[in-house]
């Protein structure tokens, strides 16, 4: 039996007034990130040599394995929103379980990538001795846009991989499983919203021409 606050007259309205507010939690993400794309944007088109420089330094078949890692991921939080509809509580813990170990295998890459650019010296401010580069500052610049993006993106999924953890262990206690999928949905959402900036990302910084 789904337990409705009593704030809501019913399971539905409170199931759009959840849905509702983590959407608008998530488009004052599109304001920030698109911020950070838009000034990416403007100087794409003032220095495109640079960047397209900075672009062919990047490891792009790490970013397109990462691309497939997130995508394979949202497919299983979807369905884990689908056997909780269902009250499956063995296949969401299942899904979530595979979905953390993507997010962990995700931020692995991303480590290593890391490190390798770090003995490339392609690291802005810290360990910047680039080799061979036209336009140094400019190249710099995207370099540092890069760094910036990405990290913010690593912090939002350490977020949703806290999130999903801690929705994990509450399924293994027999919560969240009644046939209501607001908390899984709602997390779900959040979870979606990362790979997707993840989707703009990728060609952005590593195929630009």
Request: contains cysteine; neutral net charge.
């Amino acid at each position: 039996m789904t337990t409705v606050a009593h704030q809501f007259d019913n399971p539905l309205q409170q199931r759009q007034a959840a849905i509702f507010g983590m959407w608008t939690f998530l488009a004052t993400e599109v304001l920030f990130f698109g911020g950070l794309m838009t000034s990416y944007a403007m100087y794409r088109y003032s220095w495109p040599e640079a960047w397209v420089e900075g672009s062919h330094h990047l490891k792009e078949y790490l970013g397109a394995i990462n691309t497939g890692v997130l995508l394979t991921s949202s497919l299983t939080v979807a369905l884990a929103v689908h056997f909780t509809q269902h009250r499956k509580r063995t296949p969401v813990l299942l899904c979530l379980a595979i979905t953390l170990l993507l997010g962990f295998a995700f931020l692995a890459i991303k480590g290593t990538e890391y490190k390798l650019e770090w003995d490339e010296h392609l690291v802005p401010v810290f360990n910047f001795h680039p080799k061979d580069i036209t336009d140094v500052a400019h190249f710099q610049l995207f370099m540092l846009f890069y760094f910036l993006t990405t990290l913010l993106h690593a912090t939002h999924m350490l977020i949703g991989i806290g999130l999903l953890t801690f929705l994990s262990i509450q399924v293994y206690r027999g919560r969240y499983v009644d046939g209501n999928p607001n908390t899984v949905e709602v997390i779900g959402l959040y979870w979606h919203f990362v790979d997707l900036v993840w989707i703009f990302l990728f060609p952005l910084l590593y195929l630009v021409k």
